[in-house]
């Protein structure tokens, strides 16, 4: 089993609409989780990080962690084209070391 | 803004060769890392550092090895280039402070080798 999944996508939602990115993750230890966005050809640029239960929003976007479930999601509203791009999970494991998923592919059209 | 730059966007070496690449952070964190990204094998970890001259291993050492002499300067070592290793070459680092321990990636080196 992989430390951390995500589905590969792609995941095709129309402009307007809220997309939702999942994640699952094997170490329950893990205290801190984060989303980054990366673009074709580019690296990766950090969306949030969570490490508490709950929902925690920024702007257009919400993470949301359920640590006893072990997994974390991304919501994104208002899903625009330029949202177009790979969205990364990872996972702090031990010691401050990030797990990357391989990513889901988010389409987002006009 | 947090920066960390890389020596090259694209590097095109020969089977055989030592390569180097740099990476250089100015926001004076202690942690630096090396990842490579391949087409659904995501992002993995060679290499990273935790402080001057020390290093720890990642998931995929093999054929790698590092130097970090400076706690601004965290440099990845092909001793022996393959084909294998063609990639992109992602250099992070970040602070070392809990729970956020989030790290700011360099643009990345592509690197061939023929």
């Known amino acids: 089993q992989k430390e951390v999944e995500q589905n590969s996508g792609p995941l095709s939602v129309p402009e307007g609409a809220i997309a939702s990115l999942n994640c699952t993750y094997s170490?329950?230890?893990?205290?801190?989780f984060f989303w980054y966005r990366q673009y074709s050809g580019k690296s990766p640029e950090l969306i949030m990080f969570i490490y508490s239960n709950g929902d925690k929003e920024d702007g257009r976007f919400t993470a949301q962690l359920n640590k006893a479930s072990q997994y974390v999601s991304l919501l994104i509203r208002d899903s625009q084209p330029s949202d177009s791009a790979t969205y990364l999970c990872?996972?702090?494991?031990?010691?401050?070391?990030?797990?990357f998923g391989t990513g889901t592919r988010l389409l987002v059209s006009p | 803004d947090v920066k960390v730059t890389q020596s090259s966007r694209y590097l095109v070496k020969r089977t055989g060769e030592k390569v180097f690449l740099e990476c250089v952070q100015d926001m004076d964190h202690e942690n630096m890392f090396w990842y490579r990204q391949d087409p659904g094998l995501g992002l993995r970890l060679i290499y990273f550092?935790?402080?001057?001259?020390?290093?720890e291993k990642g998931d995929i050492p093999e054929g790698y090895s590092v130097s970090r002499e400076k706690k601004e300067r965290f440099s990845l070592i092909l001793e022996s280039a393959s084909t294998n290793q063609t990639s992109m070459y992602l250099c992070?680092?970040?602070?070392?402070?809990?729970?956020?321990?989030?790290?700011?990636f360099g643009p990345g080196t592509r690197l061939t080798v023929l």
């Open positions: 992070a680092s970040g602070p070392q402070w809990e729970p956020n321990n989030e790290q700011f």
């Open positions: 550092s935790y402080d001057v001259k020390m290093k």
């Open positions: 990872a996972v702090v494991t031990g010691f401050q070391k990030l797990v």
């Open positions: 170490d329950r230890g893990s205290q801190s």
